[in-house]
């Protein structure tokens, strides 16, 4: 049994509370509806090695405590085609305390600044949006990266997060947040203290959401009439043609394409004005959604928007049999990939993995990379350093260790920041040692 202040350090570092210390593992369901439209029609078409949640890091005290490892297997909507998880970890347990924090990334940093300057030229365009100054609401608002953008432009701004830790930090910097789950009720406190909102961000934080329809009821709630909602998600169009298949993991419920987004939001009073692909975290979609007041979108965006569907349905995703013939592409990536690393150990090689993202936990699960490959990971994330990953208990160290002299190679496992870490570390490859990246394409640097 942990003593107080073990737990209480255990929880700051984003691990699922009393998880292996006490054997209590978190709730877990399985669902038997559509996320998106509720139907029973849900055939699973994609299973992957079951893991413990991907970013249930584990201290020193705990690594000689046995995670639980629940199913990770994606199944499909035949009424929708939407693509999603059934298996259902506690939202409380896997988002309360989260060690993920947008700040620590120059690269999403950078694509964050973007976001809020493109959401408020759009916003301009809306004539009867408030001219000055706009309210501007983020549900997921991590460390408050975003909001921040929003404050600089002159924006009052709030941010909706559960994880104490990182609402905490946010409010520490000036961005006011309010620690919880964005749904009806939260959206009806915000309506009443703050009014409506004149834009509202979701960033990679949808997919998330076991309860979508509280969110979409939320949203109708406090979007102001002339209000503009923008979500970014992955997209399952580059997923899926780029094999990027660590995205799949328990904190990721969702696989978005457009085709079951835009049939869904009508039935809560909303619609998707407008998307776009934007080329971030691997492929990303980001979605414009407006209160649906039955005048027809504009021509562009019709096209657009059937645009976007033609390329989901060309590239097998309205189709359950594509999902199956995937299984296949990602086995022989890792027959390639696990090759790779086994002949550099028995050269007498040592490898090392840059980053630890939740997407890390599913890769090195699925392909059974374990620590008697990797010697070690290190990652940015000071709040990572010092952990252990989950279930394999691979150690996570400060970055600068790929320098230690015996390390060969390094897999970068954050593989969606590779440009910038090479970027970054030219002074590795230019003393010998080389990178590994495996995805989107096996390749060697």
């Not at 210390?21 to 994609?46: E, F, I, Q």
Request: hydrophobic fraction near 40%; glycine fraction near 6%; proline fraction near 5%.
């Amino acid at each position: 049994m942990l003593r107080t202040g073990e737990q209480e350090r255990y929880a700051n570092y984003g691990t699922l509370e009393c998880n292996i210390a006490s054997n209590r593992m978190p709730a877990h369901h399985v669902r038997t509806k559509c996320r998106l439209c509720s139907s029973t029609d849900l055939l699973p078409v994609l299973s992957l090695t079951s893991t413990p949640p991907a970013n249930a890091f584990v201290p020193p005290e705990l690594v000689k405590h046995t995670e639980t490892a629940y199913p990770l297997t994606v199944s499909f909507c035949q009424s929708c085609t939407h693509a999603q998880l059934v298996d259902v970890i506690c939202a409380e347990a896997l988002f309360s305390h989260y060690v993920y924090v947008s700040g620590t990334s120059s690269v999403m940093v950078s694509h964050l600044r973007e976001y809020a300057e493109e959401a408020l030229k759009y916003a301009e365009k809306v004539p009867s949006v408030r001219s000055c100054p706009l309210f501007v609401c983020e549900f997921g608002s991590n460390d408050g990266t975003l909001l921040k953008v929003f404050q600089e432009f002159g924006c009052n701004v709030l941010g909706v997060d559960p994880a104490q830790n990182l609402s905490q930090r946010a409010n520490e910097q000036g961005i006011p947040t309010w620690c919880g789950f964005f749904n009806s009720e939260m959206a009806e406190r915000i309506k009443t203290e703050h009014g409506v909102a004149d834009l509202i961000c979701a960033n990679h934080v949808c997919a998330h959401i076991d309860d979508f329809e509280e969110v979409l009821k939320g949203i109708k709630i406090l979007l102001s009439t002339t209000g503009i909602w923008i979500f970014e998600v992955g997209y399952l169009l580059d997923v899926y043609t780029k094999n990027l298949f660590d995205t799949i993991y328990h904190e990721h419920l969702d696989f978005h394409t457009v085709l079951p987004i835009r049939r869904i939001l009508p039935e809560y009073g909303l619609r998707l004005y407008m998307a776009r692909r934007v080329n971030i975290q691997g492929g990303a979609l980001r979605c414009y959604v407006q209160h649906d007041d039955s005048s027809p979108l504009p021509r562009e965006n019709l096209a657009q928007l059937a645009e976007m569907e033609r390329l989901e349905a060309a590239a097998g995703l309205h189709n359950s049999i594509t999902f199956f013939q995937w299984e296949a592409r990602i086995s022989q990536l890792g027959l390639e990939l696990l090759s790779l690393l086994t002949g550099l150990q028995n050269a007498g090689k040592k490898i090392v993995g840059y980053g630890a993202p939740a997407k890390a936990t599913t890769l090195l699960y699925h392909f059974g990379i374990t620590e008697k490959i990797l010697s070690f990971i290190v990652d940015d994330n000071p709040l990572k350093q010092g952990l252990y990953t989950p279930g394999l208990h691979i150690p996570v160290l400060p970055v600068e260790r790929i320098y230690d002299p015996n390390v060969a190679y390094v897999l970068i496992l954050a593989w969606n920041f590779s440009d910038s870490i090479l970027s970054k570390h030219q002074r590795f490859t230019e003393a010998g040692g080389r990178f590994i990246v495996p995805l989107p394409n096996l390749k060697i640097i």
